[in-house]
């Protein structure tokens, strides 16, 4: 069973949930509060004004490698967390365990795209683009799938 944290002010709605709230899924809310603030989120695009060109290239040539490789299970970890979100939908008939899930083969499907236009056969400047163009998508996905994974967890709750 998660730890539970004071309440921040006793008895507002943000203490009551947080009170509730896994750490787990705090931090992940935090993450994303970080993605969206520009001075923190930089993306490929910013990469051609701040790195040299041998780097720029050896930088998005590593993109598909920790994508699809490294141990990620594919779509930067997204696959393996879609694969136990459908399981769970199986085995105890979650159909917010199902959505997630779906919810995660989007975002790993997303994750797998920057990783593929990263390694098209055009210039690196093109590709740069592409992968950034891909790249600006995740961050609305994967917050979609981290909400639909925090319903889910309500729910299964809820069950118990």
Known sequence: MPTRSP???PGS??????SWTPPACRRARSARRARR????RRGPGSWPQVLDTVTL????????VFIEKAGT???????????CCHDVAGRQGSSGSALAGLAYDRCAEAWSRLGRAATTDVPLLDRVA???EA?????????EAADLLA??????RASA
């Open 73 to 83: 299970g594919g779509g930067l970890f997204r696959r393996l967390q879609a694969a």
């Open 57 to 64: 290239e050896a930088a998005v040539a590593a993109l598909p």
């Open 7 to 9: 309440p921040r002010r």
């Open 13 to 18: 709605a943000t203490a009551v949930r947080e």
């Open 37 to 40: 603030d520009p001075g923190v």
């Open 151 to 156: 319903a889910a967890a309500e729910e299964l």
């Open 135 to 143: 790249a600006s998508r995740l961050p609305a996905l994967d917050d």
């Open 130 to 132: 592409t992968a950034a």
